[in-house]
């Protein structure tokens, strides 16, 4: 296998823009990949700081990010580079055609398929929850047969958050799908054929009228694009909000083929299905990495590595137990609170965040992996996303944005 | 105020207590069962399920090995569906020691039990996950027994025969009288009102809290609470009950219930009985010797950690722990302190729980001047669910579940449920995958009146308690909750906070054992519900 520039392992946020901003720079970029990454489980939106480290709410990422202790990975990242990745993901969003809206300096909201708010920073349009801030009444479409999208309950939430001074209303529609539960993504296939369409135009148009917004499951189409909502936007003439849900995400796979399809356009190399076992060491520089599956394992060289195999539940890293940490492909230095007393919370939603969920690989503001004096282990290895240590993405509503913007300034690197 | 009265009241909602109950009410005696709680939720159903053959005492015990072998027989008649007749193994692995066989064979012997010796390669063929440095293996007739669904199957029984219970209701005072007691006072946990129950015999079986329940009637009795810590896996590790042959010990039983294995148990001694934390160490220390039996054990995924108070009995001046007696106790306060009208009973073991409550019953009953003899080992304790009504369910749910949810609930609430299932589409709905749930069955059991909250409806559906743990289930169950619940909850509750609570309720068995596979299933617990749900609401702070 020939020689690249750089190798990419693993296929989340953090692997896919990693590979897309590295062929940027003119680089020969090779990515190794397995399955879907996390985005059947992703929300699709680019969370950048949505709660500080006492839970309250951030109203201005920008400003929550100068807020962050040292030792998270923002502070390593640094400003400069955050803004650039920000605006390097919209504009490659924007050029597949499904733009998202949303800056650094304002906070944007969604609805969450069981009706609280959650904030983000960039987001599709569909998802956008402002739009329905100042109607007087609120319909709450659900699906027979579909799961986890209970319109009751996303009333009842719904009504805290947004104000019990506005109506409230839901409606179940039906797919005339029989004999099977329903996922989001089987109900979006039946949304963008023409005959669902127009079942489901029927089935709600007269609940449309001024003054209203109708919040329906993520639902409007599997594809990258606006063509479905802007249709039914159209037709409803009134505001329309999805909601992000249970996995299978269907937004979270329309990110992922929308990043593949740039991927695609700049010609970089995607390897599937293989896991990167081990890595040829010279020195302080690695020259090749194996990786295999179900094939023969092949060496994979390249002057520059990318390391985005994730934490604990993407099994870039493991804890085999307590204490014993491994990365599984450099054998990098991973750190963590790991002390019975202070590991895992009491309590699961709690306002502190987890020790467990920050344990990750050291780095220093190079993102290469340093030892307990802050020396680099090996010096043509950087490392992004959920394998970094300091930050724990579940708490601060921060997961895309670290694996977003980490990624960035390691390909420019 | 008297708002009620029986002959007989029962304190204590465990295995002991609704043994009691059946066993009375068969007698034709008027009984009340009260427990402060939900049904089963002290040692009954925190122990690891084990149906002794009575070989684990055959050395030590031989009368309770004695009294294991012939209740493991009568169980496994009464309560078939309750039971899983999985065999027992007894082995040794290298280091263990071998002069501990000989007197092991002849207790088994003297006491009954059949043995068989199994030969290295045909324990390894049977149970392939056995160490390759098994030295012997004999098969025992050891069981696996659901403990929970027993008790409730108890309480039907004794239900028919015309006994009675209220969940929820905790004794906090007894009135004596000219030396006699008269009544209780007691406390609804859920509505807080607080009256009286008249009564003639009050039955202390609350286990390890009977020290506390005696001390209401200014009585003292040496209940020594004995924390088990157990761990359950993903799967099933071996077929067979798995013991340690040797000097019972700690971790050194595997119990495969359904598609779980549950190891067993240390014993620590603790002052309080509410006291079901688990450390590291205590993990640890299973785990290690777990090992010697199934090397691989630490590649297979933990479920969760749990812990049970065992309620055993020292007299004064003798040793607790590991080293205290499996037997129980009897005591008539009448005898012993000049209480008329109250009596304890303590100690013992599920799978003698039916002995004990004719034994107790024997000594109760003539002081009613009641004659009849004992018939709990006679008669099942429920009846079995007709094929045909197995099949009619398979035409509206998963038939995989279709035998899960017979034998959880019973011929007639079973009919009920199909019923609905047929005439209401809606409530097919499986909301519970690893269960095989449906939202019939729920609607069913939530109109109990025993059902106060979702929690108690997962307890008695199995919602939430499979191998998912709740991930995929605790949405979905906070969705019907607030429907099912809404007129009957004294204190109002919500949709985000009952996720919480049943996430947070699994939570507790996760945390001692945050390593391996388990930390992959808490960043996804947290993904789903910190991050795509919020559920901690949006504009915080």
Redesign the interface.
Known sequence: MSKSDVVVIGNGVAGLMAALVSADQGKKVTLLSYGAGTFP?N?GVI?VLG??D????VANPIEGIGRTADNHPYKKIGMPAVQDAVEYFKKTVADEGFPYVGSLKEQQ?LI???G????TCLLPESLQASKCFDANEIVIVGVKGL??F?V??VA??LA??LGSDKKYTTVTVDTYITGR?LTTRDVARWVESDKGYGEFLAQIKNQAGSGKAIIVPQILGTKGNYVVYNKLVKDLGCAVVET????P?VNGIRLRDVLLSALKKKGIRVIENVIAEKAVVKGDTVTAVEAGGEVRAQTYEADKFILATG???S?GI?????G?YKEMVFGLPVEGDCV?ER??N????SDKK?A??MAGVRVDSSLRAVDESGNVVLKNVYVVGRNLSGYD???E?S?NGVALTSAYKAAKA | MVKDKATVVVVGGGATGVGILRDLSMRGIDALLIEKLDMVNGASSRYHGLLHSGARYAVRDQEAARECIEENTILRRIGKSCVEATTGMFVQVEGDDPDFVDPWLQGCKDSGISTRELSKEEALRLEPNLSRKLKVAYEVPDGAIDGFRMSWQNLQSAAHYGGRYKTYTEIIAVNVENAAVKSIKVRDNVTKEEYEIECEILVNAAGPWAGKVAELAGLECNVSPSKGTLIAFNQRISNRVVNRLRKPSNGDIFVPHGSITILGTSSITVPDPEDTTT??EEVEDLMKTGEGVFERL?DYRILRVFAGSRPLYVPKGAEGGRNASRGFVTIDHEKEDGLKGMMTICGGKFTTYRLMAEKFCDVLAPKLNNTAKCRTAEENLVPEVPEADKKAARQYFPAYGVNLAATRLGVEKFGEVVKTLKEEPESR??LCECENVTMAEIKRIASEPTSHSVADVRRRTRLGMGTCQGN?CA??S??VA??LFKDKLAESS???SD??NF??AR??GI?PV???KT??E????????????????????
């Open positions: 489980l929300s969370d709660y500080d006492a839970g309250k709410a909201w969450t398929s069981v609280t708010l959650k904030p799961k986890d209970y009751d309950m009842e939430n805290k958050e539960d992000t849900g249970m996995p995400s934490g604990f539940y099994g493991t804890m085999r137990d307590f014993e019975e590991w895992v009491k309590q699961l939603f987890q467990f969920a993405f579940c708490f509503h997961g | 450390s590291w630490r709905e499986v995929y949405i979905r906070a969705a607030n429907k919500d949709s985000l996720m919480k996430l947070q939570w507790k945390t945050m390593a391996g930390l992959r808490a960043e996804m617990t947290r993904g789903m519900y910190e991050l795509l749900f919020n559920v901690n609401g949006g504009r915080r702070g």
